[in-house]
Nanobody
Framework: QVHVAASGGDSVQIGGSLRLSCAAG????????MSWYRQAPGKEAAGAEG???????????YIAASVKGRFTVSRDDVKTTIFLQMTEMAPEDTATYFC???????????????????GRQGTQVTVSS
């Protein structure tokens, strides 16, 4: 079993930056992929937006087109932890941010919102003037 926890959410001003962290625990040696997605206020879980992922076996990242150029995904060199660096933030980035992990082969092809191990609680990000 793997569990994940997202942290680092805060209130930021328009145009500001913020870095979120997602730490995996449990059977971390089995983790092949970790991802970020967000749920905007008032939207149901089915409407969550996938943002990006890190594929550990491939050593590469994925960023959704909607946030490419502003958001980047990276990993800690030692721990099974990934980060979401957000820049040029706008009010539409206000959301609860979640992370997830997957240990299944081929997870780099899966929907980043559907990974096997999803955090129950996200971290809140609010962008305002």
């Amino acid at each position: 079993q793997v569990h994940v926890a997202a942290s680092g959410g805060d209130s930021v001003q328009i145009g500001g930056s913020l870095r979120l962290s997602c730490a995996a625990g449990g059977d971390t040696a089995s983790v092949k992929c970790m991802s970020w997605y967000r749920q905007a206020p008032g939207k149901e879980a089915a409407g969550a937006e996938g943002l990006g992922a890190f594929f550990f076996e491939l050593g590469r990242t994925y960023i959704a087109a909607s946030v490419k150029g502003r958001f980047t995904v990276s990993r800690d060199d030692v721990k099974t932890t990934i980060f979401l660096q957000m820049t040029e933030m706008a009010p539409e980035d206000t959301a609860t941010y979640f992370c997830a992990a997957d240990s299944r082969p081929g997870c780099e092809h899966f929907d980043t919102r559907g990974y096997l191990y999803r955090g129950r609680q996200g971290t809140q990000v609010t962008v305002s003037s």
